[in-house]
């Protein structure tokens, strides 16, 4: 059975610093997704990260995946007050895309 | 703005009435899904409906009974809830159900839903 886990659960940082978010999944799996989720609002994706060693940037967010080590981290610079939100890592299962697996998610609020 | 529509926004419900949340999208997405949401908790599968046809049903009592009507549309019917079944209702869309893992799950905003 496929299981996601990511740490930390909660993250209070200021802003200016540096973190870093991890996700480490059980199973082998060929696609990991990293969604953003403001309070009472709907899931919006960040980055699709599909092989071993795949990064991706956009803005002060970047990710990327070991795919040996089934783990992927979602790296913060230079955080800002907008990045307060509810970051969450999901694999999918194999063959179906929309099967996916998510980590309990991560809180973040950055403070000023 | 999100290119998945969902309705109604909130809704409240005894348990003993029946009611319906809707779905939509325009982007010719042929596989469609509900995951359910509690507070502070991450989505978790419910229905994968591809090409129209329910593909997955993740062991959902039959109080939830979903409906594809068309390749545009998603619904799905509660009766006889329980409180416990109080949380934010997500629709996602996809190109189709089996290929094209670049194409991330588009997901609405949700029906937020209490039972009392």
């Known amino acids: 059975e496929l299981k996601v886990e990511q740490n930390p659960l909660f993250l209070s940082m200021q802003e200016g610093k540096n973190y870093t978010i991890y996700c480490n999944y059980s199973?082998?799996?060929?696609?990991l997704y990293w969604y953003r989720q403001d309070p009472g609002k709907s899931l919006e994706s960040l980055f699709v990260l599909l092989s071993n060693g795949a990064v991706k940037q956009e803005g002060r967010l970047m990710a990327s995946l070991d795919t040996k080590a089934r783990l992927s981290t979602l790296h913060i610079t230079a955080a800002v007050h907008d990045l307060s939100a509810t970051y969450f890592c999901a694999v999918g299962g194999s063959g179906n895309t929309g099967k996916l697996i998510f980590g309990q998610g991560t809180t973040l609020q950055v403070k000023p | 703005d999100t290119e998945v529509t969902q309705t109604p926004k909130h809704l409240v419900m005894g348990m003993t009435n029946k009611k319906s949340l809707k779905c939509e999208q325009h982007m010719g997405h042929r596989a469609m899904y509900w995951y359910k949401q509690k507070a502070k908790k991450p989505p978790e599968l419910m229905f994968v409906y591809s090409y129209e046809k329910l593909s997955i049903n993740e062991s959902v009592p039959s109080r939830f009974s979903p409906e594809c009507p068309n390749s545009s549309l998603l619904n799905l019917h509660l009766h006889a809830l329980q409180p416990e079944d109080s949380a934010l209702y997500l629709c996602a869309s996809s190109q189709d159900e089996s290929g094209t893992p670049l194409d991330p799950l588009h997901f609405g905003n949700g029906t937020r839903l209490t039972v009392t």
């Open positions: 199973t082998t799996s060929d696609r």
